[in-house]
């Protein structure tokens, strides 16, 4: 197949949006009275924000943009802020992908939403399996030669997950930089780099020095504990940014969101962040280490995220060993690939140690503290 590698990087992009006129937002004047957008003049009952929840939040959130710039050392123009890094993973499927002419390409097993925003954009996601092997460190490898080999006019995107969920695995960077370097010119790739805060590895956003349809995608929603808030990056060349801008709606990100978004990214709430990021790395370890002496848990994968993946004798049995003592961990029943899979997320110490615990007591009709405690109260 024949692909030319100097085009404009939008001409991937759907043709109609290329055209779209964008909306024009009512101006905003902090001194000045505003009788230009229907708002009420009244603030709500319990509003303690600084904006005011009766004015519309900013069309985009500058500030916020700014400051997220700042935290991935980028320029402020190569940031779209959205509703988690979830509405990046859509905007880039409306934007470039249409329905029932073009497809995404994903590494499976990986975030499902993936799949699920193409599912509703009508696109097809063709999946290139991570690749098996019996060694838990060798294991769900990116299959590179197969991925790069799948390549063809109607592929826009590939979505790499690094590290990876569930899996826990990053991806080499020469491995990520093979796929950039055959998709140039044809589909744009897609790092999704939600974890990376809890791996030693740096991020691959250089790679967009050298490839101009390299995105990146990070979150608040992990390392700076704010999932609720809804809060994501999409890092991309200005030409990219600005045409997603233009399919993303003005006034979609909240005024609570942004003033809470703009705290977490404060210097102090950082260095609490980061010094919780060891804590659960710490605790990553130990709670891995700590796994491994329970006969019901056949395999641990290394992690370079904030959950380990293990694999179990009877995942229904290990699941419901957690709930008893009020623990909920992620199953994969309809993934064959993860069967007896189980997903557990990095606790505080003394969740850890409440699940080590409770898994104690499996196979054994011991009762745990909780349940203890729970007859005791009745
Ligand atoms: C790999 C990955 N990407 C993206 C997301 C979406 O995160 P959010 O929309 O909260 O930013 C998640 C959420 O779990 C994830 O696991």
Same mark, same amino acid.
Request: net charge neutral.
């Given at each position: 197949?024949?692909?030319?590698?100097?085009?404009?990087?939008?001409?991937?992009?759907?043709?109609?949006?290329?055209?779209?006129?964008?909306?024009?937002?009512?101006?905003?004047?902090?001194?000045?009275?505003?009788?230009?957008?229907?708002?009420?003049?009244?603030?709500?009952?319990?509003?303690?924000?600084?904006?005011?929840?009766?004015?519309?939040?900013?069309?985009?959130?500058?500030?916020?943009?700014?400051?997220?710039?700042?935290?991935?050392?980028?320029?402020?123009?190569?940031?779209?802020?959205?509703?988690?890094?979830?509405?990046?993973?859509?905007?880039?499927?409306?934007?470039?992908?249409?329905?029932?002419?073009?497809?995404?390409?994903?590494?499976?097993?990986?975030?499902?939403?993936?799949?699920?925003?193409?599912?509703?954009?009508?696109? /097809?996601?063709?999946? $290139?399996?991570?690749? !098996? #092997?019996?060694?838990? +460190?060798?294991?769900? *490898?990116?299959?590179?030669?197969? @991925?790069?080999?799948?390549?063809?006019?109607?592929?826009?995107?590939?979505?790499?997950?690094?590290?990876?969920?569930?899996?826990?695995?990053?991806?080499?960077?020469?491995?990520?930089?093979?796929?950039?370097?055959?998709?140039?010119?044809?589909?744009?790739?897609?790092?999704?780099?939600?974890?990376?805060?809890?791996?030693?590895?740096?991020?691959?956003?250089?790679?967009?020095?050298?490839?101009?349809?390299?995105?990146?995608?990070?979150?608040?929603?992990?390392?700076?504990?704010?999932?609720?808030?809804?809060?994501?990056?999409?890092?991309?060349?200005?030409?990219?940014?600005?045409?997603?801008?233009?399919?993303?709606?003005?006034?979609?990100?909240?005024?609570?969101?942004?003033?809470?978004?703009?705290?977490?990214?404060?210097? /102090?709430?950082?260095? $609490?962040?980061?010094? !919780? #990021?060891?804590?659960? +790395?710490?605790?990553? *370890?130990?709670?891995?280490?700590? @796994?491994?002496?329970?006969?019901?848990?056949?395999?641990?994968?290394?992690?370079?995220?904030?959950?380990?993946?293990?694999?179990?004798?009877?995942?229904?049995?290990?699941?419901?060993?957690?709930?008893?003592?009020?623990?909920?961990?992620?199953?994969?029943?309809?993934?064959?690939?993860?069967?007896?899979?189980?997903?557990?997320?990095?606790?505080?110490?003394?969740?850890?140690?409440?699940?080590?615990?409770?898994?104690?007591?499996?196979?054994?009709?011991?009762?745990?503290?909780?349940?203890?405690?729970?007859?005791?109260?009745?």
């Amino acid at each position: 197949m024949n692909f030319s590698t100097d085009n404009d990087i939008l001409d991937l992009a759907r043709p109609e949006l290329r055209t779209l006129v964008p909306y024009t937002p009512g101006a905003y004047e902090p001194t000045c009275i505003r009788m230009n957008a229907n708002e009420s003049p009244y603030r709500a009952l319990g509003d303690t924000t600084s904006r005011g929840l009766n004015i519309y939040p900013p069309p985009r959130p500058w500030e916020l943009r700014d400051q997220l710039a700042e935290q991935y050392s980028v320029p402020a123009e190569q940031i779209l802020v959205t509703r988690g890094s979830s509405e990046a993973i859509d905007v880039l499927i409306r934007g470039f992908c249409s329905a029932r002419k073009e497809e995404i390409i994903i590494c499976p097993p990986t975030f499902d939403m993936y799949r699920l925003y193409a599912g509703i954009q009508d696109v /097809d996601a063709t999946e $290139i399996p991570l690749i !098996r #092997n019996a060694d838990p +460190r060798l294991d769900f *490898a990116l299959d590179t030669k197969t @991925l790069i080999n799948a390549l063809n006019k109607r592929t826009k995107l590939v979505f790499i997950c690094s590290p990876n969920n569930p899996t826990g695995r990053s991806t080499a960077a020469s491995e990520i930089e093979a796929v950039c370097k055959a998709a140039n010119g044809r589909a744009l790739v897609i790092l999704d780099e939600a974890y990376l805060e809890f791996s030693d590895k740096k991020s691959l956003q250089s790679l967009q020095e050298r490839y101009e349809h390299v995105v990146c995608l990070r979150t608040l929603s992990k390392f700076v504990s704010l999932a609720g808030v809804r809060c994501g990056a999409l890092i991309a060349i200005p030409k990219l940014i600005e045409f997603l801008g233009s399919v993303l709606p003005p006034y979609t990100f909240p005024t609570p969101s942004i003033e809470l978004a703009l705290k977490a990214l404060s210097t /102090d709430s950082l260095k $609490i962040s980061m010094e !919780r #990021n060891t804590l659960l +790395r710490t605790e990553r *370890a130990r709670l891995a280490a700590e @796994l491994k002496s329970i006969p019901a848990v056949t395999k641990i994968w290394p992690s370079d995220a904030n959950f380990l993946l293990i694999e179990v004798q009877n995942r229904k049995e290990f699941s419901e060993a957690a709930r008893r003592s009020g623990i909920l961990v992620r199953t994969f029943g309809e993934q064959k690939s993860l069967e007896q899979c189980v997903r557990i997320t990095i606790g505080r110490p003394e969740d850890n140690d409440f699940l080590l615990e409770a898994l104690s007591m499996l196979g054994h009709n011991k009762i745990s503290v909780r349940e203890r405690k729970s007859l005791d109260d009745q």
